[in-house]
C-alpha cells in the first residue's frame, strides 16, 4: 500500500492581475489596478470634483502660457505589470509627455489626489507609498473638507512634507517655475 504525503491545507491564490487584465476592462475609470488587485472608487463627491476643476483650470492657464508641460484630469498611469493608477490631476513635463502611447508609462512630475470619504485610506496609505516606490517627484493631497492642500516632494526612501496650505496660502510648486497657485482659488466658500 502506498502512502501518499499529507499536506497541510493551502488557500487557492488568485493570481494577481495585470495591466493586460486591467486594460480589457475597457473604458471603466472608477477602477485601478493597485499591487494586482482591481478597487474600485464611488464617483466623488460634488466638493471633490468642484476642487479638481478649480485646480486644473488655474495650472492650465498657466502652463498653456509657459510651455513647459501640461496638466490633466485622470489618465491611466501604468506604474508596473500590476498596478495602473489614475490620480485625478496630473502634470507631465514635456520630457514626462513622451513616454505616453496611448496611456502613461512610467510616474508623472505631480500627481493630485483630493479626498473623498470612500478613497481616503486609499489615496493616504496605498498610493502615497506607490507614488514614493515609483519615483512620482510631488504628491499633493488636497481635502475640499478641511481646504487645504498638502504638499510632498520625493525624497527617495520618505517624502518630504513642503507644507499643509490653506485658504490664503500660495504654493510655488518645484518643477514648475512661474507657476502660482492661490489655495483660496481651488476650494469654493462653503
Not at 470619504?117 to 489615496?123: E, M, T, V
Request: charged share 25%.
Amino acid at each position: 500500500m502506498r502512502h501518499r504525503p499529507i499536506l497541510p491545507f493551502m488557500p487557492h491564490a488568485t493570481p494577481p492581475k495585470t495591466v493586460d487584465d486591467y486594460f480589457a476592462l475597457g473604458d471603466d475609470r472608477l477602477t485601478e489596478l493597485i499591487e494586482g488587485e482591481f478597487v474600485v472608487s464611488a464617483a466623488p463627491t460634488l466638493p471633490h470634483q468642484r476642487a479638481i476643476i478649480c485646480l486644473i483650470c488655474i495650472l492650465e492657464l498657466q502652463l498653456r502660457r509657459l510651455k513647459f508641460g501640461k496638466v490633466s484630469l485622470p489618465i491611466d498611469v501604468e506604474l508596473s505589470r500590476t498596478t495602473v493608477v489614475h490620480p485625478d490631476i496630473v502634470f507631465l513635463s514635456n520630457a514626462t509627455l513622451k513616454r505616453i502611447k496611448g496611456h502613461l508609462f512610467g510616474p508623472p512630475d505631480l500627481a493630485v489626489e483630493f479626498l473623498s470619504p470612500s478613497n481616503r485610506s486609499n489615496d493616504l496609505k496605498r498610493k502615497m507609498k506607490l507614488y514614493l516606490e515609483h519615483g512620482v517627484p510631488q504628491y499633493w493631497i488636497g481635502d475640499p473638507d478641511a481646504r487645504t492642500i498638502r504638499v510632498l516632494e520625493n525624497g527617495g526612501k520618505a517624502w518630504n512634507e513642503k507644507g499643509m496650505f490653506k485658504p490664503g496660502d500660495v504654493i510655488r510648486p518645484s518643477g514648475m517655475p512661474g507657476v502660482v497657485v492661490e489655495v483660496s482659488e481651488v476650494f469654493e466658500e462653503a
